[in-house]
């Protein structure tokens, strides 16, 4: 996702530290009761304790002049542990569940759907829980958020970390990935995209029903819904790859700019694969809806892209950072939401080495564009490696963070860092990983003790000293740039469209 800022957020994050908020012990829940969170020190109440979901089975319909959806989830998992009673995150209204094919009793508080089976189930068992609910999710807000994007002629679903809750229960935390079907039902003249590949699509009288499958490991945010009157392309790209792309079909003139880019995917993909090894998916694309909600999310397979990417014309930078998150973000997912510095820093650095590959600028150039930013300047303030809850998004984590990975390719040299970079894509694919992974990686792979160099990038609140330790020896803290980077302003275009969003 290019970057969001919250100041308020931020300083009520810091005067919950100074108040000692939070740091007290939570009450341990009963041993055959699920947790109501995964465990992720930001959100207490993300994700849950007790089980692991092996597959979605999405099944709603959408009707966009109401915004009212209706929805079966099946949800198949194993219990971790012996469950009497677990929860599901989500903020629609329940009418039913059943757990293993027997009537469970539920209730709702905040965004927590505690379910008690009627039969508990014990730890290795399998667990199949359906969900039937309804509700206009536009109207629904938990805890100030209502990420639910309407549009014109349909909705969005898409947003980090929350969006899931808003049109199917889960597990709602990167930490526990699963396999999708979404189904989808819309009126005739819309259609319903989701992650992967297409099943199929059943025509009817008023409605048709579209049947998408994601068939790789998948975080729970990362699975989209986008309803709406698209133009929608296929092929197969040169390397053998499926590609499905949409744009809405009143997009206008940004409209045909996406166009134009999301065709040039395919070479997009490509070009990532020779960089950083094997695309972990099965198929590729992208969905570009008449809607300004003010970011892109690399949503697997397939990233949703607000209109205004294009309203200055072509904005490839913006595809290629999505798409650089299938490898970092969403082949490997963060263990904890602290640890956004692996996918916001890392699809940022891919941008840099487009350029770099593309004639507009040389990583080196660009990292010395941000380093000339003033030690002073409260850029320099944000602690990348853990920004806290809400500031995941600040422009630190992709700048410094991409900054920080041109360091660490000065201080190990190319064959090392292209190595790390490539192992780590290879060995937490389908899985999770945290920054400390990295870290023992690049020491592994470099042969080099490298605590203080990412001490100095990603644990302080300062700027970096000019030091070949911290990979920045020929780079000046105060030069002016001779001549900038070709793919300065076009890198930096991918975050100003969420600021301008919001301000
Ligand atoms: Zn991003």
Redesign the pocket.
Known sequence: ???RTSRLLRLTVASAVALGVGTSTALAAPADVGAPGIGDPYYKNYGNGGYDVGHYGINVAYDPSSDLLTGTTTITATATQDLRRFNLDFVLKASAVTVNGAPARFSASSHELTVTPATPVTSGGAMTIVVTYAGVPSKVSDNGIRPWVKTADGAVAVGEPEIAAWWYPSNDHPRDKATFDVRATVPKGVEALSNGLVKRITYGKTTDTWVWRSAKPQATYLTFLAVGQFDVTQGTSASGLPWINAVASNGGQEGTYAKADLARTPEVIDWHTRAWGKYPFEATGGVAPAADFGF???NQTRPVYTRGFWRNGPNIYVVV??Q??QWY?DGVSVHNWKDIWL??GF??FTTWYWSETHGEGTGQQILQEVYGIPATDAFWSTVIGDPGAGNE?DGAV?DRGAATLQALRNRIGDPAFFQVMRTWAAKHRYGNAQIADFIALAERVSGQDLGRFFHHWLYTGTKPAATAENGLDGVSPTAARVAAPKSLDKIRA?QQVELSARH
């Open positions: 996702m290019p970057a892109a999310l690399e950072h999505e650089g998150h973000g996918n916001e699809a940022t998004f992709y991918v």
